[in-house]
């Protein structure tokens, strides 16, 4: 199911987290989105959401950069559950760097029609469990 | 996050699996809802879903028992994304017992409130990668 149209959108969201361009990225969002920041804090409503990414941002030392693996949408009327791949590079103050790889699970809702907004936004996916 | 009242749902449905009881499972079901039969076969509405029960029944020899484990409840407004272990238990027509543990995800929507219908119904959880 690559080509389901929350391929771009989930692409561009990743580009703008990339490019820590907030408002763009804010604009995928829900009003009342959840993002899980760690198994055990969550961020809900776009105001904790900008937040945690500037937090995020800084914690990976502005070297983020997201990349989509394979991907899977599973759709029932206007809602969607895309289990996929997501792969973090970052690098360190010394420039030594890492790759971390996720199995993500995000819930978007289509409101209005063609226009796909994310609802929750897990990136741990199943690794929750066991986690805390 | 296990008081939350999505847990006595998914008690009561995973018990009406269990008895066979796919009359009393599929108002547990929303009625645009999908299931995921196997990673590259879904289900969607309740006609197509009652069908893929009476055949999962079969399948496992009318043994199944539905137990759940470790769960957690994101939730964002009226749409909940629930990640949780189900443990399935089955013995074959020598009574020979196994025992599966997946790591399901499930969507739900409180439709009206109070009411939490299943939207989408994915046991394979994040298996679903690399699975097809």
Known sequence: MACHPLKQVIEAADKAITEEDFDALMEFYADDATLVI???????GKEQI?????????????SLVV??????????GNTALVIMETVLETS????????I??????????????????VIDNS?????????
Chains 1, 2 share one sequence.
């Open 101 to 118: 790889s996720r199995r993500a699970t995000y819930v978007f809702r289509e409101e209005p029609v063609g226009k796909w907004l994310c």
């Open 67 to 76: 990349k989509q693996g394979e991907m899977h949408v599973i759709q029932s």
């Open 38 to 44: 760690k198994p055990d804090l969550v961020a809900t």
């Open 50 to 62: 900008y937040k945690a990414f500037v937090a995020i941002a800084e914690y990976f030392n502005h």
């Open 124 to 132: 741990y996916g199943t690794d929750l469990l066991g986690a805390m």
């Open 92 to 99: 360190d103050n010394a420039g030594v760097a890492s790759c």
